[in-house]
Every structure is written in C-alpha cells, then in structure tokens.
C-alpha cells in the first residue's frame, strides 16, 4: 500500500510581530531617552525582538530611530502643526498649534517634551546624521510658521509692517519653550497659560476676522 506524503505545512513568517506596534515602542523609548542614551540592548527589549530580527525588520539603530522619527512626526508633530495648514484666520492657527503642543507634551500617554527637539540633545557627536536629522526638521518647523505668517501679510490679515520672519521666530521659540517647560513637569493647565500668554504679543494692528 502507497504511504501518503505529509502535507505541506506553511512555513513561520520570519516576522511574526506587529511591525507598527514595534515601532512606535522604538518611538517612546528615543522620545524618552533621545537617541544616544538608547541602547540596542533597551530596543530589543522593549521591542520584543533579537538582534537579527531587528536588523532585517528595521536596519541598524539609526535607520530605526530615522524612522521612529518619521513615525513621530505622523503620529504626534503633524497634529499639532496642521492648524497652520487649515481654513483658519492666522491668529487662530499659531494659538491652536501652541495649545495643541500644549496638550501634547502634558499627556501621561506619553514621553514629556518633543522628540524633534530634545531627541538628540544629548548626543557625544553634534555633527552627527541623528542631530543633523532633527536640527533640520526643527527648521522646517520655523519655515511652516513663517509661511502661514507671511500669508497672512500677503492676504492682509496682518499689517504690512509686521515681519513675518521675526514673528514666526518668537512663536517657535515658545513653541520650544512649551515643549521643555514639560521636561520640569509643567502642568496641561500651566502650559496653555504659557499659549494664550504668548499671544498677547500678537501685533495689535492685525485686523482679525
């Protein structure tokens, strides 16, 4: 009598994790730590994963953390820049991205202060890709306010004589400053106080809708 053959069985996915889940653990773990305090041995813990597994699924540790950097910036940071890019007067933008950042770096979800702005600071190397990489998101950060702010001039909605440049300066510098007042543990309520503060310097002779 003919013996049958074992029927196939399927073979084990080489990754058997949920890919985002692990990233966005990499993501909490440089937000909290910044990127050189962050040592392989913490990742591959955190993450559930060997060093091989890790090194197929994500590269080495600085193309892991590139991405837990992009992963941030879809996750957390375009939430709150994205009132400079709605239908919104331009007061009402600048005000709602400070409350949001606000918000952000307050929330016991999650690590306190900003990973663009804190996730390298602490790096041995300053020219290295890490701090080059958040150093020029920080400036494209600027560069988003500046537009929304130039804008307004364009469209009147501010004084010809305001300088959008000088302007957008100081709301990102509060921005920044919102994000590392939380590192001392400011609180939700004390760091919005910092938002609506900080719009008093709005220039008075703005027309608002």
Not at 32 to 51: D, E, F, I, N
Not at 79 to 85: G, H, I, Q, T, Y
Request: with cysteine.
């Amino acid at each position: 009598m003919k013996t049958l053959s074992p029927l196939p069985t399927e073979r084990p996915s080489r990754r058997q994790f949920d890919r985002t889940k692990a990233l966005d653990t990499a993501t909490q773990l440089f937000w909290r730590h910044g990127y050189a305090a962050t040592s392989m041995a913490m990742l591959l813990k955190a993450m559930g994963l060997t060093a091989p597994s890790l090194y197929v699924a994500f590269g080495n540790k600085e193309r892991l953390f590139r991405e837990a950097v992009q992963h941030y910036g879809q996750v957390y940071g375009e939430k709150v820049l994205a009132p400079l890019d709605a239908d919104l007067p331009a007061r009402a933008a600048i005000e709602r991205m400070l409350l949001r950042a606000a918000a952000t770096v307050s929330s016991t979800k999650n690590p306190a202060g900003c990973l663009l702005s804190f996730g390298a600071i602490n790096s041995p190397d300053y020219e290295s890709s890490p701090v080059a990489l958040l150093q020029t998101l920080r400036e494209d950060m600027g560069r988003r306010i500046r537009e929304r702010l130039e804008r307004a001039v364009k469209e009147r909605e501010l004084s010809s004589s305001v300088d959008p440049a000088r302007l957008a300066r100081f709301y990102h510098a509060t921005l920044g400053g919102i994000q590392l007042r939380s590192l001392d543990g400011a609180t939700r309520a004390e760091l919005e106080a910092v938002a609506r503060d900080a719009m008093l310097a709005w220039p008075a002779s703005s027309a608002r809708r």
